[in-house]
């Protein structure tokens, strides 16, 4: 499996995870945190259950980024935290910050509809200045600089990965 651009791809690339793995990862985090972004708003309403579904049965914190917190809100969810993408991810470099709720900083983030030049981008700053973390991406495109991503799939198949997810996860 190869990343959506080879090119920004390095040896240090993301383990693909099935559904099970993911969901493995999730419950054996301690401060999980998942971060929604804003192609929320672009894609059909059930990714974004599927990700409320997922960041419930953990009790997430949810951050939502780029305006994701339109398409929350019309599913009566509200997320805990809105913040730029860029601002959450230099805090969450940051070995010592102690996160939103004071509890520490985070062991696990979660991502899924951050645009992916962003999130690229975001992922390698983690994954070379943040040891102390472990990303997953649950996109339906392979991100080289998380730890565990989702490999490039169809529409079909990625409703597939995340139910499948919530169903691991119960």
């Given at each position: 499996?190869?990343?959506?651009?080879?090119?920004?791809?390095?040896?240090?690339?993301?383990?693909?995870?099935?559904?099970?793995?993911a969901?493995?990862?999730?419950?054996?985090?301690?401060?999980?945190?998942?971060?929604?972004?804003?192609?929320?708003?672009?894609?059909?309403?059930?990714?974004?259950?599927?990700?409320?579904?997922?960041?419930?049965?953990?009790?997430?914190?949810?951050?939502?980024?780029?305006?994701?917190?339109?398409?929350?809100?019309?599913?009566?969810?509200?997320?805990?935290?809105?913040?730029?993408?860029?601002?959450?991810?230099?805090?969450?470099?940051?070995?010592?910050?102690?996160?939103?709720?004071?509890?520490?900083?985070?062991?696990?983030?979660?991502?899924?509809?951050?645009?992916?030049?962003?999130?690229?981008?975001g992922?390698?700053?983690?994954?070379?200045?943040?040891?102390?973390?472990?990303?997953?991406?649950?996109?339906?495109?392979m991100?080289?600089?998380?730890?565990?991503?989702?490999?490039n799939?169809?529409?079909?198949?990625?409703?597939?990965?995340?139910?499948?997810l919530?169903?691991?996860?119960?």
């Amino acid at each position: 499996m190869s990343a959506w651009n080879p090119a920004l791809s390095s040896p240090n690339q993301a383990i693909i995870c099935s559904p099970k793995i993911a969901a493995l990862t999730i419950k054996q985090s301690k401060n999980p945190m998942f971060v929604m972004g804003s192609l929320l708003n672009a894609i059909p309403e059930e990714i974004a259950e599927y990700a409320i579904k997922i960041a419930k049965l953990k009790h997430m914190t949810v951050v939502s980024t780029g305006g994701s917190n339109i398409m929350l809100s019309k599913l009566n969810f509200k997320p805990h935290y809105n913040i730029g993408a860029v601002e959450l991810i230099n805090h969450l470099k940051d070995s010592n910050w102690n996160g939103f709720c004071g509890k520490g900083n985070y062991d696990l983030i979660c991502f899924i509809g951050v645009p992916y030049y962003i999130g690229s981008q975001g992922l390698s700053t983690l994954k070379n200045f943040a040891p102390h973390l472990k990303t997953i991406t649950m996109c339906k495109f392979m991100h080289p600089n998380a730890d565990l991503s989702y490999p490039n799939m169809s529409y079909d198949d990625w409703v597939i990965y995340l139910s499948k997810l919530v169903e691991y996860m119960e």
